[in-house]
């Protein structure tokens, strides 16, 4: 086997679990969503039936898969810190949902290149473009990744919104928190003539964000408050997006 071959077979290996296994944590993480949380999910029918997709959503807290996985019947191979692969809890329970786990503060060229194997094999990719949790709440920017694989791949991008997830801090005052998920209308992103540039994926990724900021209240957009809102009043001048089934 050659050396390529064998780190291909190592990176497939975090993200290449049982559906069965899949199926039952999923279930009981949505039961577990539903005891913790006034759990409420919209737009649902927006899903497309097959990939490959890319899931945009926000990152609010340690627990945002828990708010995603029960909102979407397909198996999701998620993003995951390289900090949390040694854990022995939470990097077996990780392992067992399906995770590429990637280095931060670095380009990391391995992870990369799973999650566009992943999306060529017709899956399904969750990616918090921000890359980091917010510690306000609010939208950070963007990281352009997320545009590049989209690019690369011609997948569908469906954006998702949550909020509420990161109370789970009520609990202490005898509060039980509402966690409010909202999935939007699925889009492609344009293809630039030529090879993108940095700027262009930037503001491809830019563009993402305001379709997941355009479904969270004000308090949670962030750094794309502005933006949002000039869409809203019909002053946007954001790049256009396609639908995904032109």
């Not at 590049?148 to 791949?153: D, S, V, W």
Request: hydrophobic fraction near 45%.
């Amino acid at each position: 086997m050659s050396v390529n071959a064998a780190a291909q077979r190592c990176l497939r290996a975090t993200y290449q679990t049982s559906p069965v296994v899949y199926r039952i944590m999923r279930w009981i993480i949505g039961g577990l969503m539903r005891i913790l949380y006034r759990y409420e999910v919209s737009g649902q029918e927006n899903l497309p039936p097959r990939g490959p997709m890319i899931l945009a959503v926000n990152h609010l807290h340690l627990f945002d898969p828990g708010a995603v996985m029960p909102a979407v019947p397909h198996k999701i191979v998620t993003l995951a810190a390289d900090k949390y692969k040694e854990h022995r809890i939470i990097g077996g329970l990780l392992r067992a949902a399906g995770v590429i786990f990637v280095r931060r503060g670095e380009v990391d060229r391995q992870a990369l290149q799973a999650c566009l194997d992943v999306l060529r094999r017709g899956w399904v990719l969750a990616v918090a473009p921000e890359g980091t949790r917010s510690k306000t709440g609010g939208l950070q920017r963007a990281k352009p990744g997320v545009a590049y694989l989209a690019l690369r791949t011609n997948a569908v991008i469906v954006p998702i919104a949550f909020w509420g997830i990161e109370r789970i801090g009520d609990w202490k005052r005898l509060k039980r928190p509402s966690c409010h998920v909202v999935i939007g209308r699925p889009f492609r992103l344009p293809q630039p003539p030529g090879r993108a540039t940095t700027d262009q994926l930037q503001a491809l990724a830019d563009a993402i964000m305001v379709r997941i900021g355009l479904m969270l209240p004000p308090s949670y957009r962030g750094v794309y408050a502005a933006r949002i809102a000039a869409v809203e009043a019909g002053q946007g001048d954001e790049p256009a997006l396609l639908p995904a089934n032109p």
